[in-house]
């Protein structure tokens, strides 16, 4: 992976490869991308060049592609990994990880973090889309080289609460010293964990920018009946809570209040039928897509063909380490292929890379064309590769940092 590239901003560098990937054309076989500064200049057949005054930097047989997006990822959780059973059902993992995140540190969260996040770069990553409660290892990306959009998650179901809750996170914002490269803008949680006001108040600020949404069986209940296991998890945690089931699902259920509009990233929606997908994509919202922490919760399959026939734009994420064994992009990507075979493979490139950077808003990123930024990943190969996405989605390789 390149990060936005560290190089002198007048080096020229041609970088060749046994397949170049730019997600907007064909597969190039010995294909090359130069560079200058932190920006492409041109992309096509190594054989093609034109002599320059550049360096060359032969990266071997393997292939180049953008650099990956993680759409969906909680870097704050990573002192949590392996430390959150599943098995005994959604709502009992939520309050699990409740109970362990009580009296955190600042220190342990930022002791898990900053590996965590070298850890994801070191694997092709360029860009993150991380929701955080605490906001305290923002100076953390920078390091790790990866640009981020942190979306500031709020909860709260009391309707009384609500302007506090708010009032709390825009001081929260206003005492932040936010590095370059970072963004933070304000986000809800779930359609389970929020009330109505306070999604009004997040709206009427512009967001939310995020949202967990149709991620689980026990959601859908609640939505439904208003009964079952999240019913009594918000009775053991904050007691009766004052709330009327809609009888609709969670992508209605939000729409009725206002929250699906253009520039949502809704994260999971595992719970949606072909009506929600059609509502996703007339609302202009992306869907990040978590598949091997969906499995690991056991809440079911995302509806992958559904969500790409009504025509929403589908990125990929991979939750935390606390529901998944690795920040690796790639390996969500190879999962989500298991799951759906059919997918063309250049879809599913499109949506780690081109996708994500849509539903973040950092357009420089996601393709490998003139003036976008030269961040990439490459795939190392021992020998030449016949078909670079098969490579890509079938192989044991993991996507390096190109420099």
């Not at 650099?67 to 059902?89: D, F, M, R, T, W």
């Not at 999240?230 to 729409?255: C, E, I, M, N, Q």
Request: glycine fraction near 8%; aromatic fraction near 4%.
């Amino acid at each position: 992976m390149a990060t936005e590239a560290q190089r002198p901003r007048d080096s020229t560098v041609l970088w060749r490869a046994g397949w170049v990937l730019p997600v907007v054309s064909d597969p190039i076989r010995d294909g090359a991308v130069v560079t200058r500064g932190d920006r492409i200049l041109w992309v096509g057949s190594a054989a093609e060049t034109v002599a320059a005054e550049h360096e060359v930097r032969d990266l071997g047989s393997g292939v180049l592609l953008p650099g990956l997006i993680n759409a969906h990822c909680h870097v704050e959780l990573s002192h949590l990994a392996g430390a959150v059973p599943a098995g005994a059902g959604f709502s009992d993992w939520v309050g699990e990880l409740v109970r362990q995140r009580v009296g955190e540190s600042r220190e342990r969260v930022r002791e898990a973090a900053e590996p965590a996040l070298l850890s994801m770069a070191e694997r092709g990553t360029v860009a993150v889309g991380d929701i955080s409660n605490r906001l305290e290892h923002l100076d953390l990306f920078a390091a790790a080289g990866l640009r981020a959009v942190v979306f500031h998650e709020l909860l709260g179901w009391d309707p009384a609460l609500a302007n506090r809750v708010l009032a709390a996170a825009e001081a929260r914002l206003a005492d932040l010293h936010i590095p370059p490269g970072v963004r933070v803008v304000l986000a809800a949680h779930a359609p389970h964990s929020v009330s109505a006001p306070l999604f009004a108040g997040l709206r009427s600020r512009g967001g939310p920018a995020s949202l967990h949404l149709a991620e689980s069986p026990d959601e859908a209940r609640f939505l439904q009946s208003g009964d079952g296991p999240w019913r009594a998890f918000l009775d053991r945690r904050v007691g009766a809570v004052p709330f009327v089931a809609p009888a609709v699902s969670a992508v209605r259920y939000v729409d009725r209040l206002g929250v699906l509009r253009p520039d949502l990233l809704a994260a999971h929606c595992v719970q949606t039928d072909p009506a929600d997908a059609r509502l996703l994509a007339a609302r202009g919202v992306s869907v990040a897509l978590c598949p091997r922490s969906n499995a690991y919760l056991g809440v079911g399959r995302a509806p992958l063909p559904t969500l790409l026939a009504a025509g929403v734009n589908v990125c990929v994420g991979t939750d935390s380490l606390a529901s998944a064994p690795s920040l690796d992009v790639l390996e969500d990507l190879r999962a989500l292929h298991a799951e759906h075979a059919a997918i063309a493979p250049a879809r599913l490139l499109e949506m780690a890379t081109h996708n994500g950077a849509r539903a973040l808003g950092l357009h420089d990123l996601g393709t490998l064309e003139p003036g976008r930024a030269a961040a990439f990943a490459y795939l190392p190969a021992e020998r030449d590769v016949r078909d670079p996405l098969a490579y890509l989605l079938h192989g044991q390789t993991r996507a390096e940092r190109v420099s």
